[in-house]
């Protein structure tokens, strides 16, 4: 009897656990300097496209700008200032910043969700469950066009959804003609920069590898 009540205290707290590691949502555009506290790593710099689990904490500067979506409320937050903001079930929280809010498609959030990390690709890079997302190359490039016509000029989040379902469908050339594209508008966005630097050698990686 005592072993099995054992056991099912340490079932528990290992599926506590993992829900307190479990990613959230996703950085998706950072300005000035942002620090993220983990309960796993500590405190260290955050860098964009970095994902986010539940009880993370990021410390903003005084000139700091975050932008961060969350995967299952599909909600995307803009902080700025200094400041605190914990990583919470959907949402961010602070006692002393107000973040701009928006409303994503599901489709986007869920997306992003497969943003691969620097040196990661395939299987060992992001989840490739198809039914989620686009079906074909048109309809993500359709969903891609709508998302930014809608998006402000200097959010470069569309850029990411684009690029990481052209990875998953394996579209290693179109997605760098993709990249090439976003290359010309550096002078107008010089925001995708973040992404041309982090999707680069991703495609480039995951093109070698096929």
Do not use: C
Not at 85 to 98: K, P
């Amino acid at each position: 009897m005592w072993r099995w009540m054992i056991g099912v205290l340490f079932l528990g707290w290992a599926q506590a656990g993992f829900a307190l590691t479990l990613d959230v949502g996703m950085l998706t555009q950072m300005d000035g300097k942002v620090e993220i506290v983990t309960a796993k790593e500590g405190k260290h710099p955050a860098t964009a496209f970095l994902k986010v689990a539940l009880g993370d904490k990021l410390v903003l500067g005084r000139d700091a700008r975050v932008q961060i979506v969350y995967f299952e409320t599909s909600r995307q937050e803009a902080w700025k200032g200094a400041g605190e903001v914990e990583i919470g079930n959907g949402e961010g929280r602070s006692s002393s910043l107000q973040p701009e809010t928006r409303k994503l498609p599901p489709l986007v959030a869920r997306q992003l969700a497969k943003t691969p990390i620097s040196g990661q690709h395939g299987k060992s890079g992001m989840v490739t469950v198809r039914s989620l997302s686009s079906d074909t190359v048109e309809s993500l490039e359709r969903q891609y066009t709508e998302f930014r016509e809608a998006a402000a000029n200097g959010d470069t989040t569309p850029e990411v959804f684009l690029l990481t379902g052209l990875l998953e469908m394996k579209e290693f050339e179109q997605a760098q003609t993709v990249l090439e594209g976003l290359q010309a508008r550096l002078s107008t966005t010089p925001a995708l920069a973040v992404v041309i630097s982090h999707f680069d050698p991703l495609v480039k990686e995951a093109a070698a590898g096929q």
